[in-house]
């Protein structure tokens, strides 16, 4: 390890982030935020505890003695006062607000640069998955010192993403992607909390961020894209719970020529004995029963374990199943690899976003 | 106990059989019946707040599926969601003419009116049954049961769960209503309610009028987008 | 005001006069309590009073669930590993552990109490102005905690407090029935915000103008205002994610292009003005009580008269500050954050005020008073944590941690409960004619003040650290805090109970008393300890120099240091 930057807080600076329990800082939004902090919570403390000392104060000078009279003196509060409480607060919470909606807007603008990560997250565990590979789950390898953008979307239920020490947080929701970026500047692991209540397995749903030197992050990258290459060429056949090692799209393709979907399925738009693969993504169907469906990874999961549930109109009800004879991973690379194949000459609508196979709750 | 209240009061003249019952805690019967005004139009906006849930859910997923929407709404029928509108907007106006009555005392008026007002709510009740069941055998249903020719299942399904929440929630509303004009015309037959004190068929007609107004928003909505 | 004076109304007990078959018991005076004591003339009753007891015993029942829940929950937190109970029954006991203290006991408490018991006697009236609806709330929220009840019972639904879709639409827990008990809880919620605003509106004494109104009543009336418009959106919420459970019908459903954030849109709606609902009453007790024992006007009566209403109008436009995280646009977020500055300075404006009603006052310390210095600090503490929640930037760490749990905690527990135990303490003996061991609940008091503020802080602490919330294992680094709250819950626990148990034995061996034990000039004081069942003998009529904090010289309290 090279190069660290220093990371020296100043005394004050480290006592008061220890003073408050905040984790060490690894991003760039860390410092700002905890200045922040330390300026709204510490006016906190100093208010609630002057309010309450100016209570003691009025109470023991005021405090009633028997046998001593004392007459009312009606008083109003004056101007200076009544305006004061209100604009004192007011500016200070004014103030705050700006300084916090800066920070935030920043927070909430990735920069253009910025290398993209996509993470889905589902229960309960996370998937992370680089442009051009390779995949991981639970484990989030970034370079130090760079833009890092996070592409999310979850397959169920909410869930969120969150680092303490890199101070960011962002929910994942299905139907929909959301996104969080940082570049984080201090090398070492963390740990990534879900912090959507998800279901039993919430408080275990936990992944670590690996926060590398960048010289060392491209050459992990490069020597997990040329393991995907090496492995092509040598021809053997990829052991899937190998995920980290090849794209899921490359494992996909290899997957589907094994299990000779090709005999059925075309992937240049012509017609055979099943529906063409070529821009199948997304796209609406008929189906025997008359009702309409749109493509997505439930149904083409489904297809795949229970081809003839859903049946698309015109086709034979030939599908053998393949429930057993591929693993889920490689069920949902060979998904993968459909969503890959494209066609130019449809028009594609707006993406709504990943659809999913609703759990049946009727017991 | 009772006896020293009334005499407290001082009108033991107006109650009794025949006459609208004071409750013990007024003094007056201004006074109670100024209270369930009151009431009656606190409550009213409560009910508005229930109905602003559903439509507030409705613009936001026409907001994300607005041709679906269109498409969708072209499968209700219009000629007797029109109807149905034009029944509403009469009988309020037939209650109206109920609450104007009742302040001269023309009982038979009142009775008529609010008979005739019902009439129409019963007749609207009744063209929705139509219209539902239309519906349920076209597909057009809400959420998974969704599968009505020609419009697609995205944002299709999403306006019939609104418009039968819509039209549910409003249907059973104006089931209330009924229900309240029905009392308002057992009093004004028992004249408990008459010229002096006209709160129930008042109170029937604030309700009715809301209903009515409610209606006037989710037809626009739902049959002209 | 022409007070009624506290007839002693002897009770004959027999009838032919001169003839004495038995030794004539002790003169007994008639008051609410009293005057009927068959099972019927409780369970149909339509006085205000006996309502409010109901309401009592129905709250000390709720928080008492709440708090077991709680109690568990905390113990399992002692160990960051698997201990004591499995990860479905925590998640299932910090669900209910929230919908029974926020629907069943913060929203319910003090309107129900003491806004039922005291309104018609601070205004003048014999009751309110639906007595038939009041009972009707009762048992509505009655219908409604069974409901909830059986749900428990039969596993209890997981989805914490908030329901968010997806999960709640389709996890396999009993989240329905829950829902519907909340729900009709809700419906009784609306009856009696009605019933308090057209009782404030139309039953004001001869004379009482708005100007001359108990603070109390303000507050109240302000949180009536809320309960009306907000909670009719929350229960048709909750009915739609129940119809979706029961029908799929997928309104909330990705998969069928539902939106999951409208749901939560549509939940903070109510759920924001909620936390006011809650708050706003403790703020009514604490005008009073400070009053009271500091003999004094309010400082500002205006201010915090119009600052209830302005918290209970702002507080409707401030919702999306829950969702800063969640997926809205950055504008959206901006504008949240700008209106939840703004709500706060009411709150600000508030305390400075009861703090300075004991400027040249004449200040008596006591149990309710003790209760109220804690919720000075705990309400200002709470309250600018909350402020510093809205800071955007400061919310994106904070947000979904043990720091929100804290925050919420300091202001429900340490500002509403601690506003409730005040007010408890203060009308006690107007509510039941006796008063209480002034040295055992003080003690009480120190012990649910220090047990408090060491179970809280020690959980903003962890959540700085990152400590997320609705958890069940935790990272080891986190145990130290978790044992340091635990051991404070306990603390916190033991005071409360033995605050309970003081109320419980005054109720029964009491000294008695029978005519404003505290010398308040508060309307309510005129009728007596315990009030007769017509609240006042005749009409009051509010006279043009008298209010309810007209207090001129010092007099001997009758109730001595």
Not at chain 2, 59 to 67: C, E
Request: aromatic share 14%; proline share 6%; with cysteine.
């Amino acid at each position: 390890m090279t190069n660290q930057p220093n990371f020296a807080l100043s005394p004050a600076d480290d006592w008061m982030r220890q003073m408050l329990f905040l984790p060490p800082r690894a991003s760039t939004f860390s410092a700002d935020i905890d200045h922040l902090h330390y300026f709204v919570i510490g006016t906190t403390m100093l208010v609630a505890t002057g309010i309450f000392l100016a209570a003691m104060l009025l109470y023991v000078k005021y405090q009633r003695k028997p046998g001593v009279p004392r007459r009312e003196v009606p008083h109003h509060p004056p101007m200076w006062f009544e305006l004061s409480i209100i604009v004192v607060p007011l500016s200070l919470f004014l103030l705050w607000f700006f300084m916090g909606f800066r920070t935030f807007i920043q927070m909430e603008t990735p920069p253009a640069d910025s290398m993209d990560v996509y993470v889905m997250a589902k229960k309960w565990m996370w998937k992370f998955a680089y442009q051009g590979g390779p995949n991981a789950i639970n484990t989030l390898r970034v370079p130090a010192g760079r833009d890092v953008r996070l592409l999310m979307t979850s397959r169920d239920v909410i869930h969120s993403f969150y680092v303490p020490e890199l101070r960011v947080k962002q929910d994942v929701v299905p139907g929909r992607t959301s996104q969080l970026w940082f570049n984080a500047n201090r090398l070492g692991t963390y740990d990534i909390f879900c912090t959507e209540y998800c279901g039993t397995g919430h408080s275990t749903m936990r992944g670590r961020i690996e926060v590398m030197d960048p010289a060392e992050f491209d050459t992990w990258v490069s020597a997990q894209r040329q393991g995907i290459a090496l492995r092509q060429d040598m021809g053997g056949p990829v052991d899937p719970d190998e995920l980290g090692a090849i794209t899921m799209v490359q494992l996909g393709k290899k997957v589907a020529s094994d299990q000779e979907c090709f005999k059925c399925h075309t992937i240049d738009g012509s017609a055979h004995i099943g529906p063409t693969w070529l821009g199948l993504y997304h796209r609406n169907e008929r189906l025997t029963n008359g009702t309409e469906i749109l493509v997505d990874e439930a149904y083409l999961t489904k297809s795949m374990m229970d081809p003839m549930a859903d049946i698309v109109m015109g086709y034979a009800p030939v599908m053998p199943t393949y429930q057993g004879k591929i693993t889920a991973p490689q069920t949902a690379a060979i998904v993968e690899y459909i969503k890959s194949l494209e066609d130019d000459r449809i028009a594609q609508a707006p993406n709504p976003g990943p659809a999913y196979e609703p759990i049946n709750t009727l017991r | 106990m009772a006896a020293e209240a009334v005499a407290a009061t001082g009108h033991g003249a107006e109650t009794g059989p025949g006459h609208p019952k004071l409750a013990h805690h007024y003094e007056s019967l201004e006074r109670q019946a100024h209270a369930n005004r009151f009431g009656v139009w606190v409550f009213l906006g409560s009910e508005s707040l229930l109905f602003a849930v559903l439509f507030a859910s409705y613009a936001q997923y026409r907001d994300i599926n607005a041709s679906a929407f269109a498409l969708a709404s072209r499968h209700l029928n219009l000629l007797l969601g029109t109807f149905n509108t034009l029944l509403l907007i009469s009988s309020s106006f037939t209650v109206a003419l109920a609450t104007y009555y009742i302040k001269k005392n023309n009982k038979k008026a009142v009775l008529t009116l609010i008979a005739v007002s019902m009439l129409m709510g019963i007749g609207f009740i009744v063209i929705k049954g139509f219209e539902w069941t239309a519906d349920f055998n076209e597909g057009a249903l809400p959420g998974r049961f969704f599968h009505l020719e020609g419009v697609p299942f995205q944002g299709g399904n999403l306006f019939f769960t609104c418009y039968f929440l819509l039209t549910g929630l409003h249907g059973a509303h104006v089931v209330i209503g009924l229900v309240l004009l029905t009392w308002a015309a057992l009093r004004v037959q028992h004249n408990t309610a008459s010229a002096s004190y006209d709160l129930p068929v008042e109170i029937a007609g604030l309700y009715w009028h809301l209903v009515d107004l409610i209606w006037i928003f989710l037809y626009p909505l739902l049959y002209l987008v | 005001m022409n007070p009624s004076t506290p007839s002693a109304e002897a009770v004959a007990t027999s009838s032919a006069p001169g003839v004495q078959a038995h030794p004539p018991p002790p003169a007994r005076r008639l008051n609410y309590l009293n005057h009927d004591t068959s099972v019927k003339s409780w369970f149909l009753t339509l006085d205000h009073k006996r309502i409010g007891v109901i309401w009592l015993g129905l709250m000390v029942m709720a928080f008492s669930t709440g708090g077991f829940f709680a109690l568990i929950l905390r113990t399992k937190l002692l160990h960051p590993g698997p201990y004591l109970i499995s990860a479905q029954e925590y998640n299932r006991m910090f669900t209910l552990h929230g919908v029974v203290m926020v629907f069943f006991f913060l929203i319910p408490v003090i309107p129900g109490i003491f806004g039922n018991f005291l309104l018609p006697l601070m205004l003048g009236a014999k009751d309110v102005a639906f007595p038939k609806l009041n009972l009707m709330s009762v048992y509505l929220y009655v219908t409604g905690l069974s409901f909830a009840l059986w749900g428990m019972i039969h596993g209890g639904a997981d989805t914490g407090w908030t329901f968010y879709t997806p999960y709640s639409t389709t996890t396999p827990s009993e989240v329905t029935p829950i829902l519907f008990g909340v729900f009709l809880s809700g419906l009784g919620s609306i009856v009696t915000g009605l019933n308090f605003i057209v009782t404030i509106h139309t039953m004001r004494a001869p004379g009482l103008n708005w100007m001359k109104l108990p603070l109390f009543t303000w507050s109240i009336y302000a949180t009536s205002i809320i309960q009306v418009l907000a909670t009719p959106v929350i229960g048709m919420v909750l009915l739609m994610v129940a119809f979706e459970r029961t029908f799929g019908w997928g309104i909330f459903d990705p998969a069928r292009g539902g939106d999951p954030i409208l749901f939560q849109h549509l939940f903070w709606f109510y759920s924001h003005p909620a936390v006011y609902i809650m708050v706003l009453p403790s703020m009514a007790v604490v005008s009073e009580v400070v009053a009271c024992y500091s003999r004094n006007r309010p400082y500002g009566y205006k201010v915090i008269a119009y600052s209830s209403l302005g918290i209970a109008f702002v507080g409707f436009l401030t919702w999306g500050h829950h969702m800063f995280v969640s997926g809205q646009s950055t504008f959206d977020a901006g504008v949240f954050g700008f209106l939840s500055m703004l709500v706060g300075i009411f709150s600000a404006a508030k305390i400075f005020s009861w703090v300075g009603t004991m400027y040249k006052g004449s200040v008596e310390f006591s149990t309710p008073l003790f209760y109220i210095f804690g919720f000075f600090f705990l309400f200002v503490f709470g309250g600018m944590t909350g402020v510093a929640i809205a800071t955007l930037s400061l919310d994106i760490p904070w947000h979904g941690t043990y720091f929100i749990v804290a925050h919420f905690h300091f202001i429900m527990v340490g500002a509403t409960l601690m506003a409730f135990l005040a007010g408890l303490h203060y009308w006690f003996p107007l509510m039941f004619g006796r008063t209480y061991s002034e040295r055992w609940s003080l003690a009480a008091a120190i012990m649910a003040l220090v047990g408090f503020v060491g179970t809280f802080f020690s959980q903003f602490l962890v959540g700085n650290e990152g400590m997320p919330r609705r958890y069940y294992e935790y990272a080891e680094r986190f145990q130290s805090l978790n044992v340091a709250s635990t051991m404070f819950a306990y603390l916190l626990a033991i005071g409360l109970m033995l605050a309970l148990l003081v109320l419980l034995i005054a109720l029964f061996t009491g000294e008695k008393v029978e005519h404003n034990p505290w010398g308040s000039a508060g309307f309510e004081w005129l009728a007596a300890c315990p009030p007769i069942a017509e609240n006042f003998e005749g009409q009051p009529v509010v006279a043009e120099e008298s209010d309810p904090y007209a207090y001129k010289v010092d007099v001997e309290v009758p109730h001595g240091s």
